[in-house]
């Protein structure tokens, strides 16, 4: 009989969103009337049409492919010259990355995860919480955690609480670690670090010869001047951190499936005998072995985002959504809710009524206002007593969501 890997029995019940959808179905089963009226804030899901320059760039590409003289078989792995080139000259203009820093991908979740594969036993692994499940979860299927604690905390993890005391920021740990998870604006709190604090980090990182994996795939709602959209905007971040950006909520490509990795090849890993190893080289032959590259279509549909027309296009879908956070936060403020995020970020992150835990402010809206929203104890022990709310959404569903919760916690 095949041996399976025991790693992923360690795993709670279910991840997050699997478990928010059994309930939401459970629920529309259940109430089929009430479920006509269900809005959805749970999932951070993009809304609104891709842009109209990526999809007449998608188009163009389909009928390249149809045309013997202009179709395209398998791509670079790494990603096309033209995509690579743009997102350096558009994204990261006077920080010293090159398009051979640059690995497009089909999805950042993918990346934070498989990024796991060129990482040996032995790493000591700081995580954010509350956090993004995929890191906490790709850790324990990959064997780097012991057993579930009671709260849902793993062994063997060193745990950064982020509160409203630290603004959502973690303090530096006193120990030393090797591998450091950030993610900025972050998912789920919808708060943003300064420049001082990032510094801080890549300091450390620095000192401790470790490595920060970081998540920016909501750098482009950042609103706020003294807020880094890069890591690479802070000294020394090139010898010590991997950027993973999306643009899965830039462009709505939650569907459309592109992202990229940005691994400086100044970058170094530690060999077995101690000697330094190339961290680019490593990820460049996983990505060579385990992936084809995505899609040409795909990655056309990208580099438009970068034309004139795709940046205005953008720029309107980040303007409605961050308009949409903007109500939303207003709303829970007005009724006296203690609420953060929704400045930099398109999510809003709000303390729940005295006397209610998370998971039980999900089902209250759920069945009460119709709404969605997601448990701030799916996301970590520190998650425990917030939920947040996704400002992915129509301009009317909000509206109406506006209106529902101040109805069921004024």
């Known amino acids: 009989m095949a041996r399976i890997n025991d790693n992923f029995l360690k795993l709670q019940a279910g991840y997050l969103f699997p478990e928010i959808a059994r309930r939401v179905t459970a629920f529309t089963e259940a109430n089929p009337d009430a479920a006509k009226n269900l809005i959805r804030c749970g999932i951070g899901d993009v809304t609104e049409p891709v842009p109209e320059a990526t999809r007449k760039a998608m188009h163009d590409a389909i ?21 690579r080139d743009a997102i350096v000259e558009n994204q990261f203009v006077g920080l010293g990355i090159e398009a051979d820093e640059i690995f497009v991908s089909d999805g950042s979740k993918c990346d934070s995860g498989n990024i796991l594969d060129i990482f040996g036993p032995g790493n000591k692994i700081a ?23 009671e709260d849902g905390s793993f062994e063997g993890l060193v745990y950064m609480p982020c509160n409203a005391a630290n603004e959502f920021v973690p303090a530096i740990p006193e120990e030393k670690v090797d591998l450091i998870y950030l993610c900025y604006p972050n998912n ?8 001082e604090q990032l510094q801080a980090w890549v300091d ?16 482009s709602f950042i609103q706020e001047e003294d807020v880094p959209h890069s890591i690479f905007e802070i000294e020394g971040a090139r010898e010590c951190a991997i950027e993973f950006r999306s643009f899965s909520k830039i462009a709505g490509f939650t569907g459309v499936r592109c992202a990229f990795v940005v691994i400086p090849k100044t970058l170094m890993g530690q060999k077995a005998g101690g000697t330094p190893h190339s961290i680019h080289s490593l990820w460049s032959r996983r990505h060579s072995t385990k992936f084809n590259g995505a899609s040409y279509p795909v990655q056309r549909g990208a580099a438009a985002i970068f034309t004139d027309e795709g940046k205005a296009e953008v720029a309107e879908l980040i303007k409605h959504y961050m308009g949409n956070a ?9 009724i006296g809710l203690t609420v953060f995020g929704g400045v930099n970020a398109p999510y809003v992150w709000v303390a729940c009524p005295e006397g209610t835990d998370s998971w039980g402010m999900f089902d209250r809206m759920l069945n009460e206002a119709n709404v969605v929203i997601t448990p701030g104890a799916g996301f970590g022990a520190a998650g425990e007593g917030y939920f947040r709310i996704s400002s992915f959404n129509s301009r009317a569903n909000v509206e109406e969501v506006c209106k529902r919760v101040k109805q069921q916690l004024g």
């Open 63 to 83: 009928d390249e492919l149809g045309n013997r003289d202009t179709f395209r078989g398998y791509g670079p792995e790494q990603g096309y010259e033209f995509l």
């Open 127 to 149: 995580i954010t919480d509350p956090v993004y499940p995929v890191y906490v979860d790709t850790n324990v299927m990959i064997g780097n955690t012991g057993a579930a604690n």
């Open 204 to 219: 450390y990182a620095l000192k401790n010869k470790a490595i920060i994996l970081y998540d920016a795939a909501y750098e």
């Open 188 to 195: 789920p709190t919808g708060t943003a670090t300064t420049r």
């Open 326 to 334: 903007k109500l939303l936060r207003e709303a829970c403020e007005e």
